[in-house]
């Protein structure tokens, strides 16, 4: 299965033939039930894709071709997460892909390339993140789970929380201390846990739109093995912080809040909205936010695609495309008015209509991937150089 | 390369001395340092070839707008060599496009059209002046209000309406039965009031008439949106480097205040709104230099003034709070910023406006 070989070079493809394929591909073979669903895709949700993708060679558009990946360039790889947006494909429970596996090419030995990468990109493992804990959230490297080593083990003791689809992982990725420095963000260290490993165990919680996407994982005695290790002993954050750039890019695409605002259009329509003047001025000034971002958003793109490393003032995209995301919610919302606040589909003059999920959706997109004040501090020292 | 002009010429041509000389006056700017924008090329950017101009595009119209705003130089590039100029490049009288263009790029006549008659109403076909056939000619009656670069214009390009249709009719300034009053604006400039009674232009000042005078109307006020909105950009652009500079020097509580995040969270969200004018500026400056037909070329130009004026609104005024009691005197010069994104907000439609207009084009509303 999936001879790298056999597979085509996709970064020597013209930009649309390239597009072309992928929006095909998508169309074709995305299940029509799980477009533009309004939560974290599930694992049962999405194996099915994930095989397909697999079988197709393109579950990790971002890794190498040898290592099964399609090895697309920055200008390609645009092309692929546009169309994903386009067509409401869901993010499958990915971080393998998107986070652990480039870390373990990167600072892994050769043992742990040869066992992880291949189980990782054919699902045999998935993985969920261990950094955030309830004393440590936006102030990160303030983090206090334990990892003290025993020989040839590490004994982690402690607790994560707001781990995205913990329940559906088999495999955790984390940050965990071991040592002490004169910086908090020394003396940590990067290690892949097997999740079946005693000593763990999760707490789902519920979140605001009801669903359990999230979970606590507890850590009580649970021996590692030393050879999970990545990178340098506590040299951890060095691996956490190798993850940024393409990341900020993505999560600021206006595609998301242009499916919304594309919803609160045709429910707006449907009940004569847009002839009130004072709703037609507070849409029209969400719509132009909202392609005006997309504005900002072409010319980060057009520095990748020239080759062009992203710097830190891309963080600007996250803040305003998920805040305009959130107000878009709201205003769908009282759009709806009392129909607004009753959970479910409704009905609205012909057009389908949910209210409430797609502003349960949007809430905490300000808060996750560093939350929007971080962003601001980060855009504040880092690119109007205000003093600390 | 015209980037480093327009900086090269504002770094040597011009101070905000000069602006607060003229302000106030009835001069409102200099013919002499009108000649040298002639000179560098800069009022003949949209005049095509043929008729002694560069015939380049928006583009670099708004590269020239925008370096110059930031020094706020009072010369009226927007309202004479966009509104102006792009009117009589559109017109259909080669006579007059032969005669008068090259002399515009050259500097050697500054026309100013007088197209507006009521607040508000930013409709070029919206025209209650009458044109009467006389004597092979026509005869002028009407009102034309709020003409940016009235001050000293040699002569309007003036709409009218006829029996047959809309004409676009050139005016000397000194003909008979042309009176112009200026009204004093918030930036020291004025806009124009001509009032016409009986005022004579022969058939050679016959412009365009017809479908192609609204056409030229309709495009002149769009390229002539778009270019204000490229100044609004160098004006917010200059005003929030005075207010970074401001909050990393400024130092009380024994710390400098841009250190406090309440306002560092408050810079970086003008920050972005300045970023999100100059990504929409480019991207719709170069929808517009393709050519578009008339309602995507609106839509475009509302989009830039739209952004523009609120981002640069939201700005100057953040300016004067960031500086504290130094901000509201005259002498600083963030004021002066202010009063000039107020007026390019309110000249050729404000935010509101343009947004309803966009709307109307891009979501079949009807407002």
Known sequence: MNPSSARPDYNAMSDEDFRREVRAFFEREYPPYLRYILHRARWHDMKEWWRKLYERGWIAPNWPRERGGMALDA?????????????????????????????????????????YLPRTLSGEYIWCQGYSEPNAGSD?????????????????????????????????????????GTKKQQGISFLLVDLKTPGITLHPIRNLAGHEEFCQVFFDDVRVPRANLVGELD?????????????????????????????????????????????????????????????????????????????????????????????????????????????????????????????????????????????????????????? | MLQMSVADFVARGTDLARVRRLRGTSAEYER?????????????????????????????????????????????????????????????????????LPRLAAGD????????????????????????????????????????????????LVSARTTGGVVLLWLPRDAAGAQLDLEPLADGRSFGTLRLDDALVPRSGVAASGGAALEALGRAFDHGCAIAGAEL????????????????????????????????????????????????LEEAVAALDRGPAAPARAAAASRIKA?????????????????????FTDEFDAGLYLKRALVLTAWLGAASWHRRRYARLSSGVRT
């Open chain 2, 307 to 327: 952004r523009c004026a609120d981002a640069a609104a939201r700005i100057t005024r953040e300016a004067i709070q960031f500086h504290g009691a130094i901000g």
């Open chain 2, 109 to 156: 006549v500054l026309p100013a059209l007088a197209w507006q008659e009521r607040a508000a109403e930013l409709d070029p076909a919206a025209i209650e002046t009458r044109a009467m056939p006389f004597e092979g000619g026509f005869k002028l009656n009407g009102v034309k209000r709020f003409v940016a670069g009235a001050a000293q214009a040699d002569a309007f």
């Open chain 1, 140 to 180: 990160l490297a303030g983090l206090q789970t334990a990892a003290v080593l025993e020989g040839e083990y590490f004994v982690v003791n402690g607790q994560k929380i707001w781990t995205s689809l913990a329940d559906d992982a088999t495999h955790i990725y984390l940050l965990a201390r071991t040592g002490k």
């Open chain 2, 32 to 100: 002499a340092v009108w000649k040298k924008m002639a000179g560098l090329g800069w009022l003949g950017i949209l005049v095509p070839e043929r008729y002694g101009g560069l015939g380049l595009g928006l583009a670099e119209m708004a590269i020239v707008a925008r370096g110059l705003a930031r020094a706020l130089v009072p010369e009226p590039l927007t309202a004479t060599a966009v509104l102006a100029a792009t009117a009589l490049s559109g017109a259909e009288n080669e006579a007059l496009k032969r005669e008068q």
């Open chain 2, 233 to 280: 950009a160098g004006v917010m652009e200059r005003a929030l480097e005075m207010s970074l500079d401001y909050l990393r020097t400024r130092v009380q509580f024994g710390r400098p205040i841009g250190s406090f995040q309440a306002l560092q969270h408050r810079a970086v969200d003008l920050h972005i709104h300045k970023e999100l004018a100059s990504a929409v």
């Open chain 1, 75 to 115: 200008g390609k790889m645009v092309i692929y997460l546009e169309e994903m947006e386009r067509h409401g494909v869901a993010r499958p429970p990915d971080q393998g892909i998107t986070q652990v596996g480039p870390l373990i090419m990167r600072f892994g030995t050769a043992a742990q390339q040869e066992h």
């Open chain 1, 235 to 388: 040299d951890g954050w060095t691996v956490a912080k190798a993850l940024l750039g393409f990341e900020r890019l993505s999560i600021g695409s206006p595609r998301r809040p242009q499916y919304a605002l594309n919803r609160l259009e045709a429910v707006a329509r449907a009940k004569g909205l847009l002839d009130d003047p004072g709703f037609l001025d507070r849409f029209i000034a969400l719509k132009l936010d909202i392609e005006d971002g997309a504005a900002l958003y072409g010319r980060f793109v057009e520095q990748v695609k020239r080759g062009e490393p992203l710097g830190q003032d891309v963080s600007m995209l996250k803040v305003w495309t998920m805040e305009t995301w959130q107000r878009l919610t709201d205003l769908l919302i009282e759009a709806g008015a009392e129909q607004g606040v009753v959970a479910g589909v409704h009905d609205v003059a012909g057009v389908e209509a949910d209210f409430l999920n797609p502003f349960y959706y949007a809430r905490p997109a300000t808060i996750y991937g560093g939350s929007s004040e971080i962003q601001r501090n980060i855009l504040a020292k880092t690119v109007l150089k205000l003093p600390g």
